[in-house]
C-alpha cells in the first residue's frame, strides 16, 4: 500500500476527457515522477491531487485519508508540502521569517491567535529554524528579504519552507520549468543533497526527461489522460510506448 | 404598469450617467492600473467646461444705465455681453442659450488635455507604485482640482439651464396609449440618454475595431507580452487616460443642465462610480456599462413610494445592497475577468 | 481692512505679566479660563474680548457661510465704532456706542463648521479652549446648531444660532445657554398656509417630498398641519436620502399621483436639484385636477434661488427677512436699509438673510451684555429671556424667554420672473404677522425638551 | 529526523541583533528598539502639553500651537482609530474602506451607555470596544470572503448603509442628523444625580473636560484630565500593537499580504487570520469611538460617513502603512490642519504681514490667502501629493530613506567608518 494511492480517477471538461482511469501508488521513501507531454493531464492530476479539482470517478487517498474536496491548508497538514514551477515565498518576509511560518503552522495547526507572544521568544521555533536553514546552507542570509534572493536561492528557500514540516509527501509540480540548463543542474544537485540526508517521499510531476532520469526512482508515463507505463527509469529509457507517446505528438 | 415604465425610463438616464462616469474608470482601472480617486473630479470638471464656455461668452462690459438705480439708489450698471458686439444681440444671446451643447466641443480638446498631462505629469510616474500611493496621490489631486474651482467658482450650484428648445416633457403615455401626464419625460434627459449611447458606442466600436483599440485591448490583457513585441504602450495608455478623461468631461457637460453643477459634484459621484466599476466587474467595460444601467434603474424602483413604505429606507440602501449581493454571488462582478485588482 | 484683532492670548500676556518668569500654576476645577476669578468660563481679561464665528467654509453650504462671516466682520466693526453703524442706529436699546462691548474691543475668530456636527463642534472647542471665545455664533444646518448649542451649554459659553430652521432647535434639543433668532419649521407653515390658501385655493391635494432628516420631518409636518387646518389634502409624502442628487425618480410619479401642489421640503443643494428637476419634468406647465399645478418651496434662500436659476420663478416660499423689506413693507421694518447700505457699501452686493441674522444676533449678544453690565453666560441669558426690540429689521420681535425663540414677522415670497440681476431673485408676496405665527411654548411639534438652567461653566 | 546537523554558526549567534531575532527582551516583552520606539511615544504624548504649545500665548505664532485639550485629545483618538486600522490595512493589505462604521457604532454605544447607565466613561468605553467588535465580526465575516478591490468595495457598501439609515431611518435610536446629545431627563440608573442637572463625562468622578493650567512666563500650558485618559488607553492600545506586530500572529498577517498562496499551502488558514486582524483593528476603531464620546458626549451620523472611512485610509498611508508610529503621525498631521489651518483668516494674515510696506502687505496676504481659512482643503491636498510623491511609502518610510540619504553622505567623508557600518544590515 503505497502512502498516495490514485484509484480510477477520471475527470472531463465538456466534451475534453482530460483524465481516463488513472491508477497510481507512490510508495513511501521513493522518488516518483510523472511524465508526460504537454497535454496529457499532468496538470488535471495534479489539481486532483492538492484539491482544486474533483474528479468525476474515482479517489485519491493520501496515508489511508481522502484528500478530494480539501481545501490547501487542510490537504498541507495532512501531511503534504508542495514545491511551484516559480518559487512561491513570502517576498516581503525575511528569510528565517519565511522558515518560521511552516514549522508554526505544523506545531500549532491551520490558526492560532498568538497575537501577544513574541515570535522571537519561541526558542523551540526559533533552533528548528536555524536548524533547518543551516540544513541548506542558508543561515548567512537569514536576515535578507526573500524577494531580494537570486532565483537559485528562492528555489533553495522554498524547498526549505516545504521540509521543515517534515512532510510525508513531498509534491514538486515541475520544479525546473523555464530554467536554464545550469540552474537546472542545480536544482537536481539539490534534490538530490536533500534526498540524501534524510527518507522522504516525492512526487515530481515534470516533462524534462533529464530531470527524470537523474532523480526519480519509479516513473509514471501519463499520455491523453492515462496512464501508459509505470516502471524504474532503466526500463522507461526506450520503452517504445513511451517514445510513441512523445514522437506521436508535435515533438 | 405605468409607474413602472416610468421608473425605468428613469433608471436608463441615471444610468447613463453612472455608465458614463464608471466606462472612463474601469478605461484607467483596466489599461492603467491605476486606483484613479480623480475621476469625480473629472467629471466636475466637465461640467465646469460648460460653466465656463457659459461664462466665456457671457464676458461683459458695464453699461451705465441712468434711468435705473440699483439696490443702493445708485445708476444701474448693465452688463453687455461682448459677443453682442460681434454678432449682434440676437445672434449672441442665441450662442449663450445653446452653450451647452457647444461645449461639448470645447470640452474634449480640454478634458483630453486635461487628461494627458495628468497622466504625463503625475500618474505616469506612479504606475509601479503601491495602490495605497496611487490612492493617495489621486485622492490629493481631487482635492487640488476641486478647491481651485471652488475658489473661481464658488461653492453654490451655478444653473447653466438647456436651450429652451429642449425644455419640456415628451409624453410617452399618449405614444403608448395611457392618459396624457401619465408618463412623461423630459427633452434634455432623452437627449442625454442618447447622447452616452453614441458615446459608449463610439468608446467601443473604437477600441473593437480600430488597430489602436486592439492593442490596447491587448495591453489590458498582457501589458508585458505588447511591451515586449516593440510597440510603445505607454503612449497609446497616455492616449487612453486623455479619452476616459474626455468621456467623463463629457458626462458632465451634458449632466449640468439636469442638475445645476457644483465643485465638490465630482466626490458625489466618485463612490457610487467605484461601485458600479466593480459591480460591473474589474477591467470590464461591458460590465461597466451592465453595472451602470442595473444600479440605475433599481436605484429608480426603490424609490417608488409603495416600495418604501413596505421597506422603509430601502431608497437609502439600495445601491450598496444589490453590491453586496452582486459580489457574493459572483465574486468578480457581473463580467470581471480573474486576477484584476485581486490582491 | 481691521488689523488689530489679535489672538485673546496676546492680552493673557499683560493680565500675567506679574508673574513673569516664574511658574504660576492655578489648578481649576472644570474649566481652564479664568473660572476661579470670575465665577464663568473665558471671562474676558485686559480690554477685549472675543467672539467665535463658526461658519462653513467647506462644503456645500461654503458661500452660505461666506456671507455669514462678512456679516459678522461687519457686526465686529460697528461694534468696534467702525463704519457707518449700521442698524445700531435703529436698534430699539440704546446701549451699543461704538465703544465696543462693555467698553471692551470687540476680536473675533473663525472656524469651519464643514456642515458636519464633529468638525463644527471641534471647530467651536477650539474656540472655546485655546482662543478663550465668550460666545459662539453662526452656522447653515440644524444638525450643526442642535450640535453647538449643547456643546455651549456644557461649556459654559452663549451659543447664539445662525441660519438653522428645524424645530428641534428651540423644541426637544433646546437649552439655556442657546438662543435663535432665525424662525423655524412652524412659522413656514403658520406663515405660508393661509397665502397658499388664497393663491391657489382651499381645495388642494399637496404632494410632499420631504429630506430624510430631522429638519426635513419638522418642516413636512408643519406644513402638512397648517395645510390641512385650511382643507387641503396631503395625498402622498415620500422621503428623499440626503445624499440624493438625482430626484427624477422621485419628480416624475408626482403628476399621475392626483396632486395638484409639490411641496418640496428641501433644503441647500437638495432643494436647487430637486425643484431644477421639478421643472424639468414640466410641472410648471402641467394641469392636475382642473387647477394649474404649482410647487411651494417651504424655506427660501437667496443662495438656493442663485442656484436654482430661471427655475424658482413663480414660486412661493418663506424667508427670515429680505433686503428689500423696508423699501417695499414700510417703516416697521426699519433698520433694513440701514443694514443694507453699510453691507452693500463694503461688499457690493446686498446681504443674504443668513447674512442679516448672524449681524442681528452678533449685536443682540452685545447689547444684552451690555444691559446685564457682565459677561457671565448666566446674566447674559436673563437679559435676552423675553427681551422686546425693534428697528433690527423684522419689525416688533419678542426673544421669548421659555425656549429662546425670537417671535417675529415671517416674510412669504416668490421668485420673480424676470429678475434684474442675481440678488434680486425674489418678491415679497406678503408679511405674514408676529401673532400668526406665534404658539403656545408646549406645541406639540416642540415637545420633548428642557432649557434647563443656563451653564456659567465654572 | 533530519534536524541534529546544527551549523557551529548557530551556536554563535550573539551578534547585534536587529528586532526581527532580538533574543533578548529588553522590557514588558519587547525588543530594545521597539521599547525605545514605546518611550519615546510615552514621552510624546505625556509632554504633548508642553510640545504642542511651542510658541508664547500672546505671540502672533501663537495661531500654530496646537496644545489645547480638544485638539491634543483628537490627536490621540485618532491615533488609535489609524493604529487599528493599520493592524488591519498594514499588515494584511486588506483596504477597509469603510471602517467609520465601527467608529461611529462604538459611538453610538457609548453614548447609550452614558444616557441609560453612567456618566462614568469605563462601561460606555467597554461597551464601544464590545460593540464595534461584533459589528466587525458580521461584517468582516461576509466582506472577507473577497479579496482586493472587491474587499473595498464590500466594506465601504456596508458602512454607507449604516450611515444613511443612522440618518434617517434609524432616527429614534440615533438621533437623526441631529444625533444624539447628553440630556438633563436621561434616566441615568447608576448616577446620584440623574434627572436634575447635565452629567459630565467623568472616571470615578474625575470630570473628562477638567484641566490644569501652568503658566512659565509668556507660555501657558493645559494638561486636560480627558487628554490624559485618552493618550494613557492610546499608549496602551500602541504597546498592544507593537505586541501583535512582533507576534507569530502578526507575522501571518504578513504573510498573508506578502503570498496568500504560499499561506495556504503551508497549511495555514488565512480566513480566521484575517477575520481576527479585521475585528481587533474593528475594535480599535469602536475604542476611538467611545473616547471620542468620552471626551464629548455628542454622536452624529456623519462620523460614518465614506469620507470619515477615506481619512483613516489617508492618515495611514500618509504617515506610513505598516509603520509602527506612522498612522499616529499621518491622523496628527490632518487632524492638526484641519484644526489650525482651517481657523487662520485673512485678519490674522493681515496682523502677521503688517510690518511690511502696505502694498507688499497686501500682496503678501492675497498669496496666502488661498491656502489658509476656508482653503485649508486645498493645502491638505496639496500635502497628500507632495507627500507621497517625495515621501514613497509615508512620512516614517520617506523619513527614513531621506535619514539614510543623510548618513551615506556623511559615511564618505569618514572613511573608516564607513567600512563599519557597511556591515550593519540595513533596518
Not at chain 2, 466606462?23 to 473630479?41: E, K, P, Q
Not at chain 3, 411654548?441 to 415637545?447: I, N, V
Not at chain 4, 481576527?276 to 476611538?288: H, K, P
Request: charged share 15%.
Amino acid at each position: 500500500m503505497g502512502i498516495l494511492e490514485v484509484k480510477n480517477v477520471g475527470k472531463r471538461f465538456g466534451g475534453l476527457k482530460a483524465l481516463d482511469n488513472v491508477n497510481l501508488s507512490v510508495q513511501e521513501n521513493t522518488v516518483h515522477a510523472i511524465i508526460g507531454p504537454n497535454g496529457a493531464g499532468k496538470s488535471t492530476l495534479l489539481n486532483c491531487l492538492i484539491g482544486k479539482l474533483i474528479p468525476d470517478t474515482g479517489s485519491v487517498m493520501f496515508d489511508g485519508q481522502s484528500v478530494l474536496g480539501r481545501k490547501p491548508h487542510e490537504i498541507n497538514q495532512m501531511g503534504i508540502s508542495r514545491v511551484f514551477q516559480t518559487p512561491e515565498i513570502f517576498g516581503d518576509l525575511t528569510v528565517f521569517e519565511n522558515v518560521m511560518i511552516p514549522i508554526f503552522a505544523r506545531r500549532d495547526g491551520a490558526f492560532a491567535l498568538h497575537a501577544f507572544k513574541q515570535v522571537m521568544n519561541d526558542r523551540d521555533i526559533r533552533e528548528r529554524t536555524e536548524a533547518m536553514l543551516a540544513d541548506v546552507n542558508m543561515l548567512d542570509k537569514r536576515d535578507a528579504h526573500a524577494a531580494s534572493l537570486s532565483r537559485g536561492d528562492k528555489r533553495r528557500l522554498e524547498m526549505a519552507m516545504c521540509l521543515s514540516q517534515q512532510p510525508k509527501l513531498l509534491l514538486l509540480d515541475e520544479p525546473t520549468a523555464g530554467m536554464a540548463r545550469a540552474d537546472t543542474n542545480n536544482t537536481i544537485d539539490l534534490l538530490k543533497e536533500i534526498k540524501a540526508k534524510r527518507d522522504i517521499t516525492m512526487c515530481i510531476i515534470e516533462h524534462d526527461m533529464h530531470v527524470v532520469f537523474s532523480l526519480a526512482e519509479r516513473i509514471t508515463v501519463l499520455a491523453q489522460g492515462t496512464p501508459l507505463v509505470e516502471d524504474v527509469p532503466d526500463n522507461i529509457k526506450g520503452h517504445p510506448k513511451v517514445r510513441e507517446a512523445y514522437l506521436g505528438t508535435a515533438h | 404598469m405605468d409607474a413602472l415604465i416610468l421608473q425605468i425610463l428613469n433608471g436608463l438616464d441615471k444610468g447613463s450617467a453612472y455608465a458614463l462616469i464608471a466606462l472612463g474608470l474601469t478605461l484607467i482601472f483596466g489599461t492603467l492600473g491605476v486606483v484613479n480617486f480623480a475621476h469625480g473630479a473629472l467629471f466636475m470638471l466637465g461640467a465646469f467646461c460648460a460653466v465656463t464656455l457659459n461664462r466665456i461668452l457671457t464676458l461683459s462690459h458695464t453699461v451705465v444705465d441712468e434711468s435705473r438705480t440699483d439696490f443702493l439708489g445708485n445708476p444701474m450698471k448693465v452688463d453687455v455681453p461682448y459677443l453682442f458686439d460681434i454678432v449682434g444681440p440676437d445672434t449672441g444671446a442665441k450662442l449663450i442659450e445653446w452653450s451647452v451643447p457647444l461645449s461639448i466641443l470645447f470640452a474634449i480638446p480640454v478634458m483630453i488635455l486635461i487628461g494627458v498631462v495628468m497622466e504625463r505629469g503625475l500618474i505616469k510616474h506612479f504606475y509601479k507604485r503601491p495602490h495605497a500611493d496611487q490612492i493617495l496621490v489621486t485622492f490629493g489631486l481631487a482635492i487640488v482640482l476641486q478647491e481651485v474651482v471652488k475658489y473661481f467658482y464658488g461653492a453654490n450650484p451655478i444653473p447653466t439651464p438647456a436651450p429652451s428648445a429642449f425644455s419640456g416633457s415628451f409624453d410617452f403615455g399618449v405614444l403608448l396609449g395611457f392618459d396624457p401626464y401619465v408618463i412623461i419625460y423630459p427633452y434634455w434627459r432623452l437627449v442625454y440618454f442618447a447622447f452616452a449611447m453614441v458615446v459608449i458606442a463610439a468608446v467601443f466600436a473604437f477600441l473593437q475595431f480600430s488597430t489602436f483599440g486592439m492593442v490596447v485591448r491587448a495591453g489590458m490583457a498582457d501589458r508585458e507580452t505588447v511591451g515586449l513585441l516593440g510597440i510603445n504602450i505607454d503612449r497609446r495608455f497616455t492616449i487612453m487616460f486623455g479619452i476616459a478623461a474626455a468621456v467623463a468631461g463629457l458626462a458632465g457637460v451634458m449632466y449640468t443642465p439636469i442638475n445645476p453643477p457644483n465643485y465638490h459634484m465630482g466626490m458625489d459621484f466618485l463612490v457610487l462610480s467605484f461601485v458600479v466599476v466593480v459591480v460591473g466587474g474589474m477591467g470590464s467595460l461591458p460590465g461597466a456599462v451592465l453595472a451602470g444601467f442595473l444600479l440605475g434603474i433599481l436605484e429608480s424602483l426603490a424609490s417608488m413610494g409603495w416600495v418604501i413604505d413596505l421597506i422603509p429606507g430601502i431608497n437609502q440602501i439600495i445601491i450598496y445592497l444589490v453590491a453586496i449581493v452582486v459580489l457574493l454571488t459572483r465574486p468578480r462582478g457581473l463580467m470581471g475577468r480573474k486576477g484584476v485588482m485581486e490582491d | 481692512m481691521t488689523k488689530s484683532n489679535f489672538t485673546r492670548r496676546g492680552l493673557l500676556k499683560t493680565g500675567t505679566a506679574a508673574g513673569a518668569g516664574l511658574a504660576m500654576p492655578t489648578i481649576f476645577t472644570s474649566k481652564v479660563w479664568g473660572a476661579a476669578h470670575t465665577g464663568f468660563t473665558n471671562a474676558p481679561q485686559g480690554d477685549t474680548v472675543t467672539l467665535g464665528f463658526n461658519v462653513p467654509q467647506s462644503g456645500p453650504y461654503a458661500d452660505e457661510g461666506a456671507d455669514e462671516l462678512r456679516a459678522f466682520q461687519l457686526a465686529v466693526e460697528h461694534l468696534n465704532g467702525e463704519g457707518d453703524g449700521g442698524m445700531m442706529q435703529t436698534f430699539s436699546s440704546k446701549t451699543l456706542e461704538g465703544n465696543g462691548i462693555m467698553g471692551k474691543k470687540v476680536q473675533f475668530v473663525s472656524g469651519d463648521t464643514q456642515t458636519k456636527s464633529d468638525a463644527a463642534r471641534a471647530s467651536a472647542k477650539s474656540m472655546i479652549e485655546k482662543d478663550g471665545a465668550i460666545m459662539i455664533s453662526g452656522g447653515s444646518s440644524s444638525g450643526v446648531a442642535v450640535a453647538v448649542q449643547a456643546l455651549c451649554q456644557e461649556a459654559g459659553i452663549i451659543f447664539m444660532a445662525g441660519l438653522t430652521h428645524a424645530n428641534d432647535t428651540t423644541g426637544k434639543d433646546k437649552k439655556a445657554n442657546g438662543f435663535r433668532h432665525f424662525f423655524n419649521s412652524y412659522m413656514s407653515g403658520a406663515a405660508l398656509a393661509p397665502i397658499l390658501a388664497k393663491e391657489y385655493g382651499k381645495d388642494r391635494k399637496a404632494y410632499h417630498l420631504t429630506a430624510d432628516y430631522n429638519w426635513g420631518y419638522t418642516t413636512e409636518q408643519a406644513i402638512r398641519e397648517s395645510t390641512e387646518a385650511l382643507g387641503w389634502e396631503t395625498v402622498n409624502s415620500v422621503l428623499t436620502p440626503l445624499t440624493q442628487t438625482d430626484f427624477s425618480s422621485y419628480i416624475a410619479p408626482v403628476l399621475n399621483s392626483g396632486a395638484d401642489v409639490l411641496v418640496l421640503n428641501h433644503y441647500g443643494g437638495n432643494m436647487v436639484n430637486s425643484l431644477t428637476n421639478a421643472v424639468q419634468f414640466g410641472l410648471r406647465e402641467a394641469t392636475a385636477n382642473g387647477k394649474k399645478f404649482e410647487i411651494v418651496v417651504p424655506l427660501y434662500s437667496e443662495l438656493m434661488a442663485r442656484g436654482a436659476g430661471k427655475n424658482i420663478a413663480g414660486i412661493l416660499g418663506s424667508q427670515n427677512w429680505d433686503w428689500k423689506l423696508e423699501n417695499e413693507k414700510g417703516a416697521r421694518y426699519t433698520g433694513t436699509n440701514a443694514f443694507v447700505k453699510s453691507f452693500g457699501e463694503k461688499y457690493g452686493f446686498p446681504p443674504s438673510q443668513a447674512a442679516h441674522t448672524c449681524y442681528v444676533q452678533t449685536l443682540l449678544y452685545a447689547d444684552a451684555v451690555n444691559r446685564a453690565g457682565s459677561f457671565n453666560p448666566c446674566a447674559v441669558v436673563e437679559a435676552l429671556e423675553g427681551f422686546e426690540f425693534d428697528g433690527m429689521g423684522n419689525g416688533p420681535t419678542l426673544y421669548r424667554a421659555e425656549d429662546h425663540q425670537c417671535f417675529k414677522d415671517v416674510v412669504v415670497v416668490r421668485g420673480k420672473e424676470n429678475p434684474e440681476n442675481e440678488f434680486d431673485l425674489v418678491e415679497i408676496v406678503e408679511v405674514t404677522p408676529v401673532d400668526q405665527v406665534t404658539y403656545p411654548p408646549d406645541h406639540p411639534q416642540f415637545a420633548g425638551g428642557a432649557l434647563g438652567e443656563c451653564n456659567p461653566g465654572a | 529526523m533530519t534536524d541534529h546537523t546544527t551549523d557551529p554558526r548557530t551556536a554563535a549567534s550573539a551578534r547585534p541583533a536587529t528586532a526581527s531575532h532580538a533574543t533578548e527582551t529588553a522590557f514588558l516583552g519587547l525588543g530594545p528598539k521597539d521599547f525605545r520606539l514605546l518611550l519615546i511615544v510615552i514621552a510624546l504624548t505625556m509632554l504633548a502639553p508642553f510640545l504642542l504649545n511651542p510658541f508664547p500665548a500672546g505671540s502672533e505664532l501663537a495661531q500654530f500651537n496646537a496644545g489645547y485639550p480638544d485638539l491634543m485629545q483628537r490627536f490621540v483618538i485618532f491615533g488609535i482609530f489609524a493604529i487599528g486600522f493599520n493592524i488591519l490595512f498594514g499588515l494584511t493589505g486588506y483596504l477597509s474602506f469603510g471602517h467609520a462604521a465601527f467608529l461611529g457604532v462604538g459611538s453610538y454605544a457609548a453614548i447609550w451607555m452614558m444616557k441609560l447607565l453612567t456618566m462614568n466613561v469605563i462601561p460606555a468605553i467597554v461597551l464601544s470596544v464590545i460593540v464595534a467588535g461584533i459589528f466587525a465580526l458580521l461584517v468582516g465575516f461576509i466582506s472577507l470572503r473577497r479579496s482586493g478591490i472587491y474587499f473595498s468595495i464590500l466594506t465601504l457598501a456596508f458602512a454607507q448603509m449604516s450611515y444613511a439609515l443612522a440618518y434617517s431611518v434609524l432616527t429614534p435610536i440615533t438621533g437623526g442628523e441631529t444625533g444624539l446629545q447628553a440630556k438633563i431627563n436621561d434616566p441615568r440608573i447608576l448616577d446620584p444625580g440623574a434627572g436634575q442637572s447635565l452629567g459630565r463625562a467623568n472616571l470615578f468622578g474625575l470630570e473628562m473636560g477638567s484641566s490644569y493650567n501652568l503658566q512659565i512666563g509668556d507660555w501657558s500650558f493645559t494638561f486636560n484630565a480627558g487628554y490624559y485618559l485618552a493618550a494613557i488607553v492610546m499608549l496602551v492600545g500602541f504597546y498592544l500593537a507593537i505586541r501583535l506586530f512582533r507576534s507569530p500572529f502578526g507575522m501571518m498577517l504578513r504573510a498573508v499580504k506578502s503570498n496568500q498562496q504560499r499561506m495556504n499551502y503551508t497549511g495555514l488558514n488565512s480566513r480566521p487570520y484575517t477575520l481576527a486582524a479585521f475585528v481587533i483593528s474593528g475594535m480599535y476603531a469602536g475604542l476611538a469611538g467611545g473616547l471620542m464620546v468620552a471626551m464629548d458626549t455628542q454622536v452624529g451620523p456623519e462620523r460614518m460617513f465614506w469620507t470619515a472611512s477615506g481619512e483613516v485610509v489617508l492618515m495611514t498611508i500618509l504617515g506610513g502603512a505598516g509603520t509602527l508610529i506612522g498612522p499616529v503621525l499621518g491622523a496628527g498631521m490632518i487632524k492638526y490642519m484641519e484644526n489650525i489651518v482651517s481657523k487662520i483668516n485673512d485678519n490674522i494674515l493681515h496682523q502677521w504681514f503688517s510690518f511690511l510696506p502696505d502694498g507688499l502687505e497686501d500682496a503678501l496676504v492675497a498669496i496666502v490667502y488661498p491656502f489658509i481659512g476656508k482653503g485649508w482643503n486645498l493645502t491638505l491636498g496639496i500635502v497628500f501629493m507632495l507627500v507621497v510623491i517625495f515621501l514613497p511609502g509615508g512620512l516614517v518610510q520617506g523619513g527614513q530613506k531621506v535619514a539614510r540619504l543623510f548618513r551615506r553622505n556623511n559615511r564618505k567623508g569618514g572613511g573608516a567608518e564607513s567600512e563599519a557600518a557597511k556591515k550593519q544590515p540595513a533596518e
